[in-house]
């Protein structure tokens, strides 16, 4: 019974985005990778802190005020003796009304005895002469009531690094998947060169184009005239049905793999007329699908209005 009422407490605990995640665990379990995750996620990251300092960290940097700032911190047995203050950082931030939330991260001994083999890296807390396996099985028994008191617990023996990164997000942050994938949507001119930080790049050259109507020339994509021009076509439209079914089926792989930033590229010849007007529907179509979105048009100021 008691066990419930603690897993229950536990779980409340889990409702909320907490103001700061203290990150732990076993020295090889990842956490560093971990880290990155909530620095994608716009926390206020640093890595291993003593437990003592993190209330005046979190008070410095304004976490729990109206800029809605969160802290991640990691604290690891290179700082020896620190756990013991663990429970009062905790409870000092509690009481000056920090919401806060221990994430270890643990994996088999095997697991960790293998990764420490493969990079033949010197286990952090390994005493002169000592074996990897040895100082893996002191640094367990020393987290083991680090663990107990964990409000989230990751083993990662067998998980995927995309995997880790999901259940982070899941667990830490108030927006959803989607929302955490920073799509940066840009239209560009190929005759100003190709855009080598593309992820996704659509080319509608194959498009009509406006630059042959005179009263369109000196306009843009951004343009009622030019914009009603291309989305009016026939062939646009059957385009545009299909390059939104492609998003459907890609976007979700990308959310899926734990990405954080992806940029979907439209070029046409200037990048002027058709590309900024795709590129606008795009943005448009990504936004309404609940991705974090930013719109940009590369080349505009460039557009050579004598050139197609």
């Given at each position: 019974m008691a066990d419930g009422g603690q897993d229950m407490r536990r779980a409340a605990r889990l409702d909320q985005v907490p103001d700061v995640v203290v990150i732990t665990g076993m020295s090889g379990s990842g956490r560093t990778q971990a880290m990155h995750v909530f620095e994608d996620m716009g926390y206020y990251c640093i890595d291993n802190l003593p437990p003592r300092l993190i209330l005046d960290l979190a008070t410095t940097v304004g976490i729990n005020t109206s800029i809605g700032r969160h802290l991640a911190v990691t604290c690891d047995l290179r700082s020896q003796g620190l756990f013991d203050e663990m429970a009062d950082?905790?409870?000092?931030?509690?009481?000056?009304?920090?919401?806060?939330?221990?994430?270890?991260?643990?994996?088999?001994?095997?697991?960790?005895?293998?990764?420490?083999?493969?990079?033949?890296?010197r286990h952090p807390i390994a005493k002169r002469g000592e074996?990897?396996?040895?100082?893996?099985?002191?640094?367990?028994?020393?987290?083991?009531?680090?663990?107990?008191?964990?409000?989230?617990?990751?083993?990662?023996?067998?998980?995927?690094?995309?995997?880790?990164?999901?259940?982070i997000r899941r667990s830490f942050s108030e927006l959803t998947d989607q929302q955490l994938l920073d799509v940066n949507v840009f239209s560009f001119g190929f005759k100003h060169g190709m855009p080598v930080e593309a992820d996704l790049m659509i080319d509608v050259r194959f498009l009509p184009n406006p630059f042959y109507d005179p009263e369109m020339r000196p306009l843009t994509g951004n343009d009622a005239k030019v914009r009603d021009f291309v989305m009016g076509q026939r062939v646009t439209r059957d385009f545009i049905k299909a390059w939104q079914?492609?998003?459907?089926?890609?976007?979700?792989?990308?959310?899926?793999?734990?990405?954080?930033?992806?940029?979907?590229?439209v070029g046409c010849t200037g990048g002027q007329h058709r590309s900024v007007a795709i590129a606008n529907a795009t943005a448009a179509y990504l936004s309404e699908a609940g991705y974090h979105v930013t719109l940009t048009h590369r080349d505009l100021p460039l557009a050579n209005r004598g050139v197609v």
């Open positions: 950082a905790v409870r000092a931030l509690r009481e000056h009304e920090l919401t806060v939330r221990l994430l270890f991260l643990d994996c088999s001994d095997e697991v960790l005895l293998r990764r420490y083999n493969e990079t033949r890296r074996s990897t396996e040895s100082a893996i099985r002191r640094e367990r028994e020393q987290l083991a009531s680090i663990r107990e008191g964990a409000d989230l617990v990751l083993d990662t023996s067998r998980m995927r690094t995309s995997t880790l990164r999901s259940r079914r492609l998003l459907d089926v890609v976007m979700p792989g990308y959310v899926a793999e734990g990405k954080s930033r992806l940029s979907v590229a």
